[in-house]
């Protein structure tokens, strides 16, 4: 398992594709997971080429780990999978949007999404 994040242009991704995409200066992009059927928000992840090249070609979302400095495939751990159901990329081509079939919880705390604990109020 890789310990950093694949260089543009050093994975299958396709070229098309990889060459769309803007990433942050570590070469990332975020990746929204949303319930394909409901349109629930679940979580937020990132992404490089490699990640994305898995998540495209297995059907199960790949993400790169900030913290960990590694890639992880969502359920492997906790048998919380996501099932890739469509992938998009933005207007910017800087955030993916990635529709799954969530199978358990989303959220590392074993709630079903990552935005549903701490919601803020706003001012009116």
């Known amino acids: 398992m890789s310990t950093t994040p694949a260089a543009p242009g050093s994975t299958a991704l396709a070229a098309d594709i ?3 995409l803007k990433r942050t200066p570590d ?3 975020p990746a929204i997971a949303q319930q394909y059927d409901t349109g629930e928000v679940l979580m937020l992840g990132w992404m490089d ?3 994305l090249h898995r998540t495209l070609t297995t059907g199960r979302c790949t993400y790169w780990s ?3 400095q590694e890639y992880w495939v969502k359920g492997d ?3 919380h999978f996501q099932h890739v159901k469509s992938v998009a990329l933005d207007c910017d081509a ?3 949007l990635v ?3 969530q199978v358990g919880a ?3 705390t074993g709630t079903r999404t990552c935005f549903d604990t701490d919601v803020l109020p706003l001012a009116r």
Do not use: M, N, P
């Open 94 to 96: 800087d955030t993916l």
């Open 49 to 51: 080429d490699e990640a």
């Open 27 to 29: 070469g990332l992009i």
């Open 99 to 101: 529709r799954v079939d």
């Open 77 to 79: 751990t906790s048998g």
């Open 106 to 108: 989303a959220c590392h």
């Open 66 to 68: 900030r913290s960990r």
């Open 18 to 20: 990889a060459d769309r």
